[in-house]
């Protein structure tokens, strides 16, 4: 299994970005996707979650301008992220939880907000 994160990039404070990661390989069935972010000297923490049922949630630090979403059909997970602050700049990495309870891991794409 293997997952591909896209659309990251360097964008000013109160823009938005969009990104998505699809998993591809042998998948049986996705449980759930979420997204995480590791900011500079920090470590790596939850940012949003989705079920296969659409339930979602969402950190604190992001409710109100992220929002995940997800197509089960592709395999893809995305994440629109708007009102963006410096404190959101971060290595953005998606998660997917197969129905077999394994995690398979993106390669992180990053995100970079100027003030």
């Known amino acids: 299994v293997q997952l591909q994160a896209s659309g990251g990039g360097l964008v000013q404070a109160g823009g938005s970005l969009r990104l998505s990661c699809t998993a591809s390989g042998s998948i049986l069935g996705i449980k759930s996707m979420a997204w995480y972010r590791q900011p500079p000297g920090n470590q790596r923490e939850w940012v949003a979650g989705?079920?296969?049922?659409?339930?979602?949630n969402y950190a604190d630090s992001v409710k109100g301008r992220f929002t995940i979403s997800a197509d089960y059909t592709k395999n893809t997970v995305y994440l629109q992220m708007n009102s963006l602050k410096p404190e959101d700049t971060a290595v953005y990495y998606c998660?997917?939880?197969?129905?077999?309870?394994?995690?398979?891991w993106g390669q992180g794409t990053l995100v970079t907000v100027s003030s």
């Open positions: 998660d997917v939880v197969t129905s077999t309870w394994l995690h398979y």
């Open positions: 989705v079920t296969g049922g659409g339930g979602t």
